[in-house]
């Protein structure tokens, strides 16, 4: 199939790319290149554009003879989405919205897009199951929920075929070091980490050692990309046999303490992480664990990468090479 991709130039979107090609898919990559890297379209055809230009769209989808879409562009910081909320609402709703235009405009029926357990709100101590009622708590999140309810609705009027993946916290890189994370600024712990390490920030600052967990630190779900990319893949097959909207949560199904993230870390590169405690970081739920059973029973997906040894030693590997998103 051929299938366009938008922001497919990212982080998790260059990895799903290279996914689609290994399955024999085409991939098509429409980016806009606000935070996506050139060098990371590596399968497939690039189209420059911003997804709330329909016409452009609508020209690729056509030009290509597009099948599906996967729909990652996106703007994915919380904060700045309390500070800027015009801009999220412009590009994750109006952006989403031209998307859906296009395909309508074009006949293309199937699409599966980037969603995340944020939508929950803070579930605390429970694992994230899909049906858990939607309770978003800043601009970011509210414009993923928005977004799932067009598709939905767009299901029941048009025959809109749809997947939404809620992602935990994507994290690792490319085995074959063919593609990478690379975010300026970057604030994810893992590369923090890793720049900890390599000396580049002077050390890790660890965002609260008070939340009510094992070892007072924040408990997340991290999920290899390459699983991720994975599992884009498996709904885009799946959507072609079934009608949607489906939702799916991808996750590991275990957490792991930013504490017990820099003790493994500190085993797999055989040195020491410089840290240091700060204050909690606004809006931080203590726990945030999915329930990935749902998306094993309906398109047959389970994490097979994401060992926090495998996540850590790929993320070690690429950065070593490829540097940190600022360079
Ligand atoms: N974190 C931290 N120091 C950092 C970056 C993150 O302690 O420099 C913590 C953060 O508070 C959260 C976890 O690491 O508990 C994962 O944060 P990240 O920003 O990677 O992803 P998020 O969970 O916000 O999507």
């Not at 029926?109 to 709100?121: A, E, K, R, T």
């Not at 996750?251 to 992480?273: D, F, N, P, Q």
Request: glycine share 10%; aromatic share 6%.
């Amino acid at each position: 199939m051929k299938i366009l991709v938008t922001g497919g130039a990212g982080y998790i979107g260059s990895h799903t790319c290279k996914a689609l090609a290994l399955a024999g898919h085409e991939p098509i990559v429409y980016d806009n290149l606000s935070s996506g890297r050139r060098k990371l379209v590596r399968w497939g055809d690039f189209v420059h554009g911003d997804i709330r230009d329909t016409i452009a769209l609508a020209g690729a989808m056509r030009a290509h003879a597009v099948d599906g879409v996967i729909h990652f562009a996106a703007l994915a910081d919380v904060g700045q989405s309390v500070s800027d909320p015009e801009s999220y609402y412009s590009v994750n709703v109006a952006g989403s919205l031209s998307v859906l235009r296009a395909m309508r405009q074009t006949g293309v029926q199937s699409i599966v897009v980037s969603g995340s357990y944020s939508v929950h709100g803070q579930p605390d101590g429970i694992p994230i199951r899909e049906d858990l009622p939607l309770l978003p708590q800043n601009p970011y999140a509210r414009t993923k929920v928005v977004m799932e309810q067009m598709l939905a609705d767009f299901g029941h009027a048009y025959g809109l075929r749809s997947a939404v993946l809620r992602y935990a916290n994507a994290a690792g890189d490319d085995a074959d070091g063919e593609c990478g994370e690379l975010h300026n600024p970057e604030h994810h712990l893992i590369p923090r980490l890793l720049m900890a390490a390599a000396g580049r920030i002077p050390a890790l600052r660890i965002f609260g050692n008070d939340y009510p967990t094992e070892d007072g630190t924040c408990v997340r779900d991290y999920i290899h990309v390459t699983d991720l990319a994975e599992a884009h893949v498996s709904a885009l097959g799946h959507l072609a046999a079934h009608d949607g909207p489906l939702v799916l949560n991808l996750g590991s199904g275990s957490g792991y303490s930013v504490k017990s993230i820099i003790s493994e870390a500190e085993t797999v590169l055989g040195r020491k992480i410089p840290h240091e405690w700060a204050p909690r970081r606004p809006g931080d739920p203590a726990w945030l664990v999915a329930d990935p059973a749902r998306a094993k029973a309906v398109i047959g997906w389970q994490a097979r990468h994401s060992s926090l040894a495998n996540i850590l030693a790929t993320a070690a590997a690429w950065h070593a090479r490829a540097g940190f998103g600022g360079d």
